[in-house]
């Protein structure tokens, strides 16, 4: 059996001294073009691999598209450095090179984006990859391998390893422990990165991490109401809540309350259809698989007994198993287990509070920090909160936050590392200082 070298790329000599900074840049752009050019056929795999609504996948290809494009843009710039020295016989020389092999482990709610985002800075480093896609999704990497080929990526740079949940767990921690392995790039649960991570630490590779979030969305009482249930919308019931930036809590002050809370129900009510994600009426699509559902079913139970009140929804779809109902619910409190854990769910629970500074404490109160919404019109409080959130990403006035450009991660046990941007690069490159004397 073949396996790849620890190193897996001569120094600054691309994959496997065969391309250039430039080759690179150029496959990597070919491998997008040919994404674009294929992207209505990876969007239904998308929608019948994890069944999103066709709309959101069309959008999620042409978000995963970027990511290649953009790479293909950050390959031909990545910078060394010339350090003046304090002895007159030397030079300082920084250089940067690709870390090596790169294993990449990926979720099935973004089974397409997911890999790009991490495959497209890899490869523009100089990186060979071994893909591992989350169980419930491998057509989508493979599809992207197959496009990849023909953009004349050379054979043994995108590998993928599809597996059964059964093997998952043997997979990842062969893919962690393996010496081969220079790096490790995982999106999925806190506790699965957790083991991830212990297995990692034996070779002491370099991880990044983007895990679990619970997303709050706040909206102070000077806050354009309107503007706020649209972005409420759109941040909470993308791919039916399945994202790890959905909105997980909504804390609503006290003047606007009642307000928002009416005006969300009547959106829900008349913006979001549940159906098959090959309808185009539906915004809905099912959830991933029948413990998802159940979750969402025992953090709405356990909210409605400890007093929350169901203002629209509240139950299992009658299209079948893995359908819910959007729903939403008041009267929410920070006992409740829908404010304490992720839901990943159509679950929408509004905690009422009466201060800024309460906000902050219940928002800044969970051990993961991912992103993190709020809406007002005062500048200074828009200055105080934006600083006092602990979260990696912010949206002001704004719902849905992520762009290729812009860089995406987490603090606290949210993750390592960001993902996208001029920074994304980085996480496939090591620093080498050179000492050049006796000049």
């Known amino acids: 059996e073949a396996r790849p070298r620890r190193r897996a790329l001569p120094a600054g000599g691309g994959h496997g001294s065969l391309l250039s900074s430039q080759e690179r840049s150029v496959r990597l752009r070919r491998w997008y073009e040919l994404m674009m050019e294929n992207k209505d ?40 450095d010339v350090i003046p020295a304090s002895a007159k016989d030397r030079r300082i020389l920084v250089l940067k090179q690709p870390v090596g092999v790169a294993a990449i482990i990926t979720p099935w709610n973004f089974p397409s984006a997911m890999i790009t985002r991490k495959v497209g800075a890899a490869l523009a480093a100089g990186c060979t990859v071994v893909v591992k896609p989350a169980e419930d999704t491998p057509l989508s990497a493979l599809a992207l391998g197959e496009l990849a080929n023909q953009a ?31 790096k490790i790039s995982f999106t999925g649960s806190t506790a699965t990165g957790k083991i991830l991570l212990k297995h990692a630490a034996g070779t002491v590779k370099r991880v990044s991490m983007e895990l679990g979030g619970h997303a709050p969305f706040i909206v102070f009482d000077s806050a354009n109401v309107d503007r706020a249930v649209a972005g409420a919308l759109a941040s909470k019931y993308r ?17 606007i309350h009642d307000k928002f809370v009416e005006k969300f129900a009547k959106a829900i009510e008349r913006e979001l259809h549940v159906g098959s994600g090959f309808d185009a009426k539906t915004t809905q699509g099912p959830l991933i698989n029948e413990k998802a559902v159940e979750k969402v079913e025992r953090h709405i139970n356990d909210a409605v007994s400890q007093g929350a009140s169901v203002v629209t929804g509240g139950k299992r779809h009658s299209l079948g198993k893995n ?11 920070t006992k409740m287990l829908c404010t304490q854990e992720e839901t990943f769910g159509p679950l929408a629970p509004v905690i009422k509070f009466e201060t800024e500074a309460e906000a902050i404490a219940i928002a800044n109160a969970a051990n993961v920090g991912l992103a993190g919404y709020f809406y007002s019109q005062d500048p200074a409080q828009i200055w105080r909160v934006a600083e006092q959130l602990e979260v990696g990403m912010v949206g002001v006035n704004e719902g849905i936050v992520s762009s290729v450009e812009s860089p995406f991660g987490g603090v606290k046990q949210s993750g390592l590392g960001r993902e996208g941007s001029k920074y994304g690069i980085d996480e496939y490159l090591e620093i080498k200082y050179v000492c050049f004397g006796g000049l």
């Open 152 to 182: 004349g990526i050379p054979a043994g740079v995108y590998n993928v390893v599809p597996c059964s949940r059964q093997q998952t767990p043997a997979v990842g921690e062969v893919l962690c422990t393996d010496p081969l392995v220079a």
């Open 41 to 80: 056929e990876l969007a239904r795999i998308i929608t019948a691999e994890n069944g999103k609504p066709l709309k959101e996948a069309q959008g999620e290809i042409l978000y995963s598209a970027s990511f290649l494009e953009w790479f293909a843009e950050e390959a031909r710039r990545v910078y060394g």
């Open 323 to 333: 359908f819910f109902e959007p729903t939403l619910l008041s009267n929410v409190t």
């Open 239 to 255: 791919n039916s809540g399945q994202t790890c930036v959905c909105t997980n809590r909504f804390l609503v002050q006290k003047g």
